[in-house]
């Protein structure tokens, strides 16, 4: 059981510069989070899924997309890459029914620095 | 979902109990308790929530004030393993989950 699996788990890239990272999860899970930690900080919800098709902002949307074309994969893109968007990049997803305690499920994390 | 206030860092003898308060005065009615933690670089590690009642687990106990205004988690007896940094986080439940939010948590540091 592989739970969330993140990909890749470290790239550099040059400004201006595109990526995609991939979130991959085999639970079933509804819901699906991107969120970014920078050094010493907690973490900031970037955007998030509560379903196949569907995508929400969260906290600090700007300078990413994201898609959710199936269920099990949340993808998070930056079209033109900025040096502060160098982070640790987790994924992490949801399951809520009942008899479930509701527990956020996450991935090992991406470094990401962006020169 | 409500913010949460909770102190930058705390300290901890090994072997004695660790208590991490956390304030969410704003918490709605529907909102659950939860607590994860982060070890070094990992991604986060759920370790119990709760809405009203106390909770106990086998990792840790939640006390929920009356008023639901705050909450501790409780470590009973803390290990070098458990330094670690702290989250509390209120959710609301079911189709409502929707966004989860972290603040910057909770830095416990135990020591020999």
């Known amino acids: 059981n592989a739970g969330v699996t993140q990909t890749p788990k470290f790239r550099v890239l040059k400004t201006g510069q595109s990526m995609t990272l991939l979130c991959a999860q085999d639970?079933?899970?509804?819901?699906m989070y991107w969120y970014r930690q920078d050094p010493g900080m907690g973490l900031r919800l970037i955007h998030y899924s509560v379903g196949e098709g569907t995508t929400a902002k969260g906290e600090v949307p700007d300078g990413y997309n994201v898609s959710r074309l199936k269920k099990q994969n949340f993808l998070l893109g930056l079209e033109s890459a900025a040096p502060s968007q160098t982070s640790v990049y987790f994924c992490a997803s949801l399951r809520w029914t009942k008899g479930d305690t509701g527990e956020l499920f996450f991935g090992e994390g991406s470094r990401l620095t962006v020169l | 979902d409500a913010k949460t206030t909770q102190p930058t860092s705390m300290d901890c003898a090994e072997g004695r109990a660790a208590n991490l308060p956390c304030n969410h005065s704003?918490?709605?009615?529907?909102?659950?308790v939860y607590w994860y933690r982060q070890i070094h670089s990992q991604g986060p590690q759920y370790i119990i929530h709760?809405?009203?009642n106390n909770e106990t687990n086998e990792m840790a106990s939640l006390i929920i004030t009356e008023d639901r205004k705050s909450s501790t988690l409780i470590l009973p007896h803390a290990t070098l393993r458990d330094t670690a940094v702290y989250y509390c986080i209120v959710r609301a439940a079911g189709t409502n989950a929707g966004k989860s939010t972290f603040g910057d948590g909770t830095t416990l540091t135990v020591k020999p």
């Open positions: 709760g809405l009203k």
């Open positions: 639970m079933n899970h509804e819901y």
């Open positions: 704003t918490i709605s009615g529907n909102e659950y």
